[in-house]
């Protein structure tokens, strides 16, 4: 088993966590062809990265010396880790972060099979490399240098969770409302196409769909610096019972930079 202090664990998880942040942002910004600050947190962390690598460590160290059974054991664990988190966070937010639905033996879009190989391609990957250098790393840091940065990184990412978990709260409740607007807009409009005959209800009933609207757009101008980073920086994100709401969030967004 590691011998690690828990200020050197937690180190282990800052520095992992924000090795996963530069991967992610990296790829996703080469794919999309602009730069995206991937993550639930605004900092250079991914804390689900962070999670799955010491889940990698913990659950293989039995099987150092058999890469097919560290293989297995880290697949497993890293799934079993990314299942529980999506699972809790789209019961939380109402919003997946990832979404694995169009991708081939997935399960509810949490997991799938393609994911899953890589953890453990990813664990092997850690054990016989990448995590050698980290080792040396915690080991050479003196006890106390140590328990500072750890102290230090603690409270900047603990803080950042914070405000990033109430952010999340706060967007949940922006697309509740936006999405009962869009609701109101839908009914007042089914019951003006059957106002043909009615000139004043029928004016009546526009001038309603249109403050309806009007006051979406201000709910979407007034929460547009709040929520800009995080929707922008996770472009896979969907919602089962919000995407209408989400999707309309998205273009006002995109439309706004274009100004």
């Known amino acids: 088993m590691y ?6 664990w937690l180190l282990c998880f800052y520095i992992y966590s924000f090795i996963g942040w530069c991967w992610e942002s990296l790829y996703v ?11 639930f947190i605004r900092g250079p962390f991914l804390p689900i990265y962070g999670s ?11 099987f150092q010396d058999n890469i097919p059974l560290t293989f297995v054991a880290g697949m497993i664990g890293a799934t079993a880790l990314e ?19 169009k991708k081939k033996l997935n399960y509810k879009g949490y997991i799938c099979l393609s994911s899953s190989l890589a953890w453990g391609a990813f664990t092997i990957l850690m054990t016989r490399f990448i995590h050698k250098p980290v080792d040396t790393l915690l080991m050479w840091l003196p006890p106390l240098p140590a328990l500072v940065l750890a102290a230090v990184f603690t409270v900047l990412v603990g803080t950042d969770f914070v405000l990033s978990f109430v952010g999340a709260l706060n967007l949940k409740n922006m697309l509740d ?3 009962r607007i869009k609701e109101d807009i839908a009914g007042m409009q089914r ?28 709910l979407f101008e007034s929460r547009k610096k709040l929520h800009r980073g995080r929707i922008l920086g996770n472009p896979t994100m969907v919602s089962r019972k919000y995407q209408n709401a989400l999707e309309d969030i998205r273009e006002f967004i995109r439309e706004s930079k274009k100004k």
Do not use: C
């Open 52 to 62: 799955g690598a010491l889940m990698m460590l913990i659950v293989s160290e039995p």
């Open 3 to 8: 011998q690690y202090t828990m200020a050197q």
């Open 29 to 39: 910004s080469f794919m999309k062809k602009r730069w995206v600050n991937r993550g």
């Open 191 to 218: 019951r003006l196409d059957a106002m043909v005959a009615f000139t004043d209800p029928r004016a009546d009933m526009e001038a309603r769909i249109n403050e309806a609207r009007e006051k979406m757009r201000v």
């Open 83 to 101: 299942l529980a988190t999506g699972a809790v966070m789209e019961a939380l937010f109402r919003v997946r972060y990832w979404d694995y639905s």
């Open 177 to 179: 409302r936006v999405e």
